[in-house]
């Protein structure tokens, strides 16, 4: 299976499935010298871990990560860093139902169909198990970013269904989201949405929802003006996160129904702009403004109600949803989200020493 590496300066590549032996992720190019606050890398852990509320599924890891190189005296080394996962909780007998039926939606006919077999216990590789070796990775690059510019990244949950956050990020508490369950930055809305989520599980179904995410005092140049446009390297980042259907930066979709006018940036004598309709990014190439973006997310596939389905032979079947299961991965997802920027603009930052002299 080809597709197991992300970045090219500061490089990462996962491996293990969710119903396996563990999980985990070597991290290659990360500078020597870091601080590597392994407390950091853990809470980061502990922001995604499934079984933390009743809005996620219920499945208990403790995601305890275990570092197996690349650190001395708790600086990295410049060697390879890296991180083993062990899964504790499988429960596989939970999906012996899954040999057969493909869940609607899954990766389970598209990954038969590619390679012809395929580990049925959860999701394998296609599990959003996966995406804790992100998190591990993700949180040594935001230790970087942190330690060498300052740069903070915060995501938070601005909508689940129909029911959206009204008020822009720079009009609310970004830290806030962490005091509920959902991770939302408007406490009020945060009660309604956790309330309709709980609704959603109880009625054995799932909820789609957006995640906003804002990087702060990123410098002027990261990013590459062609292919590599730093825009386009996060839009990859964030359409590879499992169930993931679209991503916006700037003023995104909406901005598409402004005139020039009333979009353009105007500068200020140092350069600022008054205006932030580009969301931080010019030609691919970061301005200095605030980057933000929003990620949205699918309702998960796997319900709690009969389907109709087929199985691998094609023969109609009736699947019954088993198994533990987020009813909506938008709270789990914001670390997730934040990891993933933070592996692009980490891996931006190396590359742009190549710019100038
Ligand atoms: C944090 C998170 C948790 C998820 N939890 C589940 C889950 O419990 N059950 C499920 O069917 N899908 C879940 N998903 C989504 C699946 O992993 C995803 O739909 C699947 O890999 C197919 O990929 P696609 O939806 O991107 O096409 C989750 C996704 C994320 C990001
Ligand atoms: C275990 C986690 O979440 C899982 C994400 C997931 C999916 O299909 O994405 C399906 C469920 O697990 P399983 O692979 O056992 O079916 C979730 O519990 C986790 O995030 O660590």
């Keep these: 299976m080809a597709g197991n590496t992300f970045g090219e300066a500061f490089r990462i590549t996962t491996f293990g499935e969710s ?3 563990a999980i985990g992720v070597i991290i290659d190019g990360c500078p020597a010298g870091l601080i590597l606050d392994l407390d950091f890398v853990q809470a980061e852990l502990d922001r995604r871990k499934p079984g933390q509320s009743k809005i996620t599924t219920q499945r208990k890891e403790s995601d305890t990560a275990q570092i197996l190189s690349g650190i001395f005296e708790g ?8 991180f083993l996962i062990p899964n504790e909780d499988q429960r596989s007998k939970d999906y012996d139902h899954n040999v057969g039926p493909f869940r609607p939606s899954h990766a389970d006919y598209t990954y038969q169909a590619k390679y012809g077999i395929r580990d049925h216990r959860g999701g394998g590789r296609s599990s959003a198990r996966e995406t804790a070796a992100r998190v591990a990775a993700g949180a040594v690059a935001k230790l ?3 330690q060498v510019a300052g740069i903070t990244i915060n995501a938070y949950v601005s909508a689940v269904g129909k029911m959206k956050v009204e008020k822009p990020y720079t009009e609310l508490d970004l830290s806030s989201a962490e005091n509920n369950i959902l991770r939302c930055a408007d406490p009020e809305k945060a009660e309604e949405m956790i309330a309709y989520i709980d609704g959603v599980r109880k009625a054995g179904d799932t909820v789609g929802g957006i995640l906003t995410c804002v990087a702060q005092k990123v410098p002027v140049g990261l990013g590459e003006p062609v292919f590599d446009k730093l825009h386009a ?3 990859k980042a964030m359409l590879s996160i499992n169930a993931v259907h679209g991503f ?3 003023s995104g979709f909406e901005g598409a129904t402004l005139l020039g006018s009333e979009h353009n940036d105007l500068f200020e004598t140092d350069f600022s702009t008054r205006t932030n309709n580009s969301g931080g990014i010019q030609g691919g190439i970061s301005n200095g403004e605030d980057i933000y973006f929003k990620v949205a997310f699918k309702p998960v596939a796997t319900i709690m109600k009969g389907q109709d389905t087929v199985d691998k032979d094609g023969n ?3 699947l019954h949803g088993k198994g533990r299961h987020d009813p909506c991965v938008v709270p789990r997802a914001v670390p997730i989200v934040e990891a993933m920027a933070a592996l692009v603009l980490a891996d931006h930052y190396l590359r742009n020493k190549n710019a100038k002299i």
Excluded: N, Q, R, W
């Design 144 to 146: 970087f970013l942190k």
């Design 316 to 318: 109609k079947v009736e």
């Design 233 to 235: 390297d996060l839009g």
């Design 248 to 250: 916006e930066y700037g």
């Design 75 to 82: 600086k990295s080394t410049g060697t390879p860093i890296s």
């Design 19 to 21: 119903h396996g032996t």
